[in-house]
């Protein structure tokens, strides 16, 4: 699996001007934007999603007829739905699934280890980890909000479990919108894309200088690992 990395395209700039209009943050953007690059087979679990409405399935392809997924939640349970306590050990029979889906849970979980070393056990095989993980965004707990993770942290842990990493993508474009990402959303919608792409402009001049901004000052980061 190979995904696209961030790049300005008329395609890329239409979309942060929509979901900056539908209330999201410029790293849900960019991690959604990122997604759109996977297309979903075979058997899936998707940890802590709670349900199928986080805004990432509106970007993902999948072919419907070939294509299960098992969402999960700490609270309830139902048709596709696996009530699952993420620190403690899944009630998952091993190389069960190939694919996990893991997105902006990780720094909700204290015993993220075993997490990471459960989804090990429950892939088949050659099977994939997608994730992400937030890095430069505010506290936002739900219930609980733990770690900010770098990215080397993210493939210490990772590889530590067992697995092996195929791609980290950085979300963001530079210190700008680092920056701007803390304090944007205070603003009404209509006027949030007047700071957003003078922002990003800046930025991607920065970037002219040195290829370190955007790995510096991550917003967070979309990550596949294989089993």
């Known amino acids: 699996m190979k995904i696209k990395d961030i790049k300005i395209s008329s395609s890329l700039l239409k979309t942060i001007l929509i979901e900056t209009f539908r209330g999201k943050s410029l790293y849900r953007i960019l991690m959604n934007y990122v997604l759109q690059g996977i297309e979903l087979s075979g058997e899936i679990l998707d940890l802590g999603s709670g349900s199928d409405k986080a805004s990432y399935n509106r970007f993902l392809k999948r072919d419907e007829l070939s294509v299960k997924i098992t969402y999960t939640d ?94 980290m993508i950085y979300l963001g474009f530079g210190p700008g919108s680092a920056a701007l990402a803390q304090w944007i959303l205070l603003f009404p919608r209509l006027i949030r894309p007047l700071f957003i792409f003078p922002v990003i402009i800046f930025d991607l001049l920065l970037n002219k200088l040195t290829k370190h901004y955007k790995m510096r000052h991550a917003l967070g980061y979309v990550y596949v690992f294989k089993k």
């Not at 889906?101 to 056990?121: A, D, G, P």
């Not at 993980?133 to 505010?138: H, K, Q, R, S």
């Open 74 to 167: 700490f609270y309830k349970e139902g048709p596709n739905m696996l009530k699952l306590d993420l620190e403690k050990p899944f009630s998952i029979k091993d190389n069960q699934f190939d694919m996990i889906m893991c997105f902006n849970v990780l720094e909700h979980i204290y015993n993220y280890q075993n997490t990471v070393k459960e989804s090990w056990r429950v892939l088949k095989p050659d099977g994939v980890f997608v994730g992400s993980t937030p890095f430069l965004i505010n506290f936002h707990p739900d219930p609980n909000d733990y770690f900010r993770y770098t990215h080397q942290a993210i493939r210490k842990i990772f590889e530590d479990s067992g697995f092996k990493n195929q791609q």
